[in-house]
């Protein structure tokens, strides 16, 4: 195939709504309206705006030019500081509504028709949960599957991602804005209740396949919120080489030959 490459000298008047269009997109990574961002790109990058950790100080039409042929790296630069850990990951007591969680008494789900096993989760808690219920990666099937043959685990209840009827953890992102995490499953384990994030595994080379770049900062606040409550959990991977499902519990790593992991089996039994 070939590469055709087209040079366009910028006229601010013309490409005006391409580059608002970017600086719009770049702040929807991290949930920020566009007055804001290009204000941040203004003080980052405009020689014109005064500001003391200026990165490029460049001409207004430089920094359109910029912005618009540089727009996919900006949106992953700044995708990838919203999921840097830092040492303040939750918000004020103050500044967070406690609300007493209670499992929904009932749920809507879907299932494939078209699969081969409909077998019943008898640990779900609710009555008729499908082995094929969908959307569930593979990593969430695995985990279920594994918690219906676990002696320990007593019953097992599937989070919701949205809505104020699912547990959510409140904490702030590294730009000061409030996010909810919703962790995927609790669990009560021979009688404890645990809270559990499933991600993508690790395959035969040791290779990471998770694809949520926040999966530090979402074991960073679940851990906390579980030494708050007095409770336990943590972040689950398949390791292909063992065909193991493993668990993080104290400190996370992206190695799974480190420490931090351990063979889930072996932890809920």
């Not at 950790?53 to 919203?82: Q, S």
Request: hydrophobic share 35%; proline share 1%.
């Amino acid at each position: 195939m070939n590469t055709v490459i087209i040079t366009e000298k910028l006229n601010t008047h013309d490409h005006g709504h391409m580059y608002h269009q970017k600086v719009g997109k770049i702040g929807m990574e991290i949930g920020m309206e566009y007055s804001y961002t290009n204000t941040i790109i203004r003080k980052l990058f405009d020689r014109n705006f005064t500001y003391s950790r200026k990165i490029l100080a460049m001409e207004p039409r430089e920094v359109y030019a910029f912005v618009i042929n540089n727009a996919d790296l900006l949106r992953h630069t700044v995708r990838e500081a919203m999921a840097t850990e830092l040492e303040q990951l939750t918000l004020d007591i103050n500044q967070v509504l406690k609300v007493s969680f209670h499992i929904p008494q009932s749920c809507l789900f879907t299932y494939d028709g078209t699969a081969k096993t409909q077998l019943e989760m008898k640990k779900n808690v609710y009555r008729g949960y499908l082995s094929s219920t969908e959307v569930r990666s593979s990593s969430e099937r695995k985990f279920e599957k594994f918690c219906e043959k676990c002696d320990a685990v007593e019953w097992v209840y599937k989070n919701g991602d949205k809505g104020n009827e699912y547990l959510s953890i409140v904490y702030a992102d590294n730009s000061d804005k409030q996010k909810n995490f919703y962790p995927d499953y609790i669990i009560s384990v021979n009688g404890e209740v645990w809270i559990v994030e499933t991600k993508g595994g690790f395959d035969r080379s040791g290779n990471s396949q998770d694809i949520d770049i926040f999966t530090p900062k979402k074991f960073a606040v679940l851990k906390d919120y579980l030494e708050r409550y007095g409770l336990k959990g943590g972040i689950v991977r398949y390791d292909e080489k063992s065909e193991e499902l493993c668990i993080c519990m104290d400190s996370y790593s992206n190695d799974i030959n480190s420490d931090s992991w351990v063979v889930l089996s072996d932890i809920l039994k």
